[in-house]
């Protein structure tokens, strides 16, 4: 089993910024992609972005050049740098890590609101 602890999540104004932290432990050592997810209310889980363990990252392209996902492998941590926030950025944001034996894990959710 694979646990995941999210951090980070709050309220900001438009135009702010916030860090959210995911960190992995349990069977961590076969984790290959991890990253996030947000759901909006009414809306679907979407891909906000991923990094594989060689540091490759993707991002929605609603948060391109604004957010950054990066990744601490000795820890099994990834941080998410959100700048520019727009209040349409407002979400539950899921952690994600997928263990190439175990499957797919999600961590509970973090709130992230972003008033304008």
């Known amino acids: 089993q694979v646990q995941l602890v999210e951090s980070g999540g709050g309220l900001v104004q438009a135009g702010g910024s916030l860090r959210l932290s995911c960190a992995a432990s349990g069977s961590i050592s076969s984790i290959t992609v991890m990253g996030w997810y947000r759901q909006a209310p009414g809306k679907q889980r979407e891909l906000v972005a991923t990094?594989?363990?060689?540091?490759?990252?993707n991002y929605a392209h609603s948060v391109k050049g604004r957010f950054t996902l990066s990744r601490d492998n000795a820890k099994y941590t990834v941080y998410l740098q959100m700048n520019s926030l727009k209040p349409e950025d407002t979400a539950v944001y899921y952690c994600?890590?997928?263990?190439?034996?175990?499957?797919?894990?999600w961590g509970q959710g973090t709130q992230v609101t972003v008033s304008s």
């Open positions: 994600n890590a997928f263990n190439v034996f175990l499957g797919t894990y």
């Open positions: 990094i594989t363990t060689e540091g490759r990252t």
